[in-house]
């Protein structure tokens, strides 16, 4: 299925594209919005306190941080500048998610006001010394070690290779060692898969975790106020995939969270995650302009992106829908050719599309890579002197608004030293 692109997209591209170079990213605050508060509505028809976290590293750009605030979201955050941005936009509700983590973090997690979730019980050690008194709340971060990944096109494995989180035994002495500190309240927090579509996944991650909520009830009388099931929702990259269903979602997680309720006589634990990706990538689009072609082996089009503003194809073979703008208007799907799409970074790994059929391209045709608003522009780099292009926002009312400026090549001297 054909991805359907936002009301007077191409009016709107050929604006912006008028004014400015491409590359650059284009989001659409209408879909921004509409998607947060689909998550948040449906979510609070079952859990009436519920809050998402959006995970900032989906995409840090303060003016969209704002709408997502603005729809009632709070911010998920991993390391200081992430803190900095939340802090700035006067946000309440922030989980600090981080490992391997330093004490200066913990510092500014606590300065902030941010619900640490700690990665082990380790970490408690740098934590407790940060702040005038212990958290009044804390999380730990559990990993069952025994369950598979999500089956998908970048996460694949199982959760004993990975380097987050704690064991059980470990969240149990983690909850001990806190609690004889003086710690009260406690939440827990896992993050299982990534991009995942299949809606059980979820409601068993929500059950594993509420296992362990009722063992940390029996051993130390302890009941967990909260359960983040982290993020992991997925979205439908490929045309042949679907769209999650958030009510199959939510409703299975309040039947096991009720029936578990009942058979450990404890109470109900709100419910929390840290969506970012379902929020952003379907807002998102990277813009590009096809700026050569060759045949060798094989036929290339050479963009005028590369790997360094959208690095998800080139580092894990992550598909993004391709629709071609020419002389004002998306081109059907006819007159193909099978090509492979790609940037001018000095790395074999620079594509965004291998063998892909797309109509015949000429030089000058505009490029729309869909579903890039998610780790996209945050994962974008520097290197080969590849410089991170600009971002503009299609305000609901119709106005263009630019919420990033192209990097310049003074940009990329700056913190160097003068020579």
Not at 318 to 334: K, Y
Not at 336 to 361: M, S, Y
Request: charge should be neutral; aromatic fraction near 12%.
């Amino acid at each position: 299925m054909t991805k359907i692109l936002p009301e007077d997209f191409a009016k709107k591209i050929e604006k912006i594209a008028a004014e400015n170079e491409t590359p650059f990213y284009f989001y659409d605050e209408k879909i921004l919005k509409n998607r947060a508060k689909n998550l948040l509505k449906t979510a609070r028809k079952y859990f009436s306190d519920f809050e998402n976290f959006f995970a900032v590293k989906a995409n840090p750009n303060p003016r969209l941080l704002q709408i997502w605030q603005n729809c009632g979201c709070g911010f998920d955050c991993a390391s200081i500048p992430e803190l900095e941005i939340a802090a700035k936009l006067n946000s309440k509700k922030i989980m600090f998610s981080a490992n391997f983590t330093q004490k200066k973090e913990f510092k500014k997690a606590r300065e902030v006001g941010a619900i640490v979730n700690l990665d082990h019980p380790n970490d408690f050690e740098n934590l407790k010394n940060c702040g005038e008194s212990l958290p009044e709340i804390l999380s730990f971060r559990f990993n069952p070690g025994e369950r598979n990944l999500a089956d998908n096109n970048f996460v694949t494995g199982k959760l004993n290779e990975s380097k987050f989180g704690a064991t059980g035994e470990q969240v149990l002495r983690g909850i001990e060692i806190t609690k004889n500190a003086g710690v009260k309240r406690f939440g827990l927090h896992a993050f299982l898969g990534s991009n995942v579509l299949d809606e059980n996944y979820f409601v068993e991650t929500a059950e594993i975790l509420f296992d362990l909520a009722a063992q940390i009830f029996e051993k130390f009388g302890v009941e967990i106020e909260f359960i983040n099931t982290s993020g992991g929702l997925g979205i439908p990259y490929l045309p042949s995939e679907s769209e999650l269903d958030l009510e199959k979602i939510f409703s299975g997680i309040r039947r096991i969270f009720d029936e578990k309720s009942a058979k450990f006589s404890i109470r109900c634990p709100n419910l929390f995650m840290e969506s970012g990706r379902w929020l952003s990538s379907p807002a998102g689009f990277l813009i590009s302009k096809v700026v050569t072609k060759k045949e060798t082996f094989k036929k290339y089009a050479g963009l005028d992106a590369s790997m360094a503003n959208l690095m998800r194809p080139g580092m894990y073979g992550a598909f993004h829908e391709i629709s071609v703008w020419r002389d004002g208007e998306i081109l059907p799907a006819e007159n193909l050719e099978k090509i492979n799409v790609v940037g001018p970074l000095c790395e074999n790994n620079d594509f965004f599309a291998r063998d892909r059929e797309l109509p015949k391209l000429k030089i000058g045709d505009i490029l729309i890579l869909h579903d890039a608003g998610g780790h996209g522009a945050s994962m974008g780099f520097q290197y080969n002197g590849r410089l991170r292009c600009a971002e503009f926002l299609a305000q609901e009312n119709g106005e263009i608004e630019k919420i990033r400026r192209a990097e310049t090549t003074e940009d990329y001297f700056r913190t160097a030293v003068e020579i």
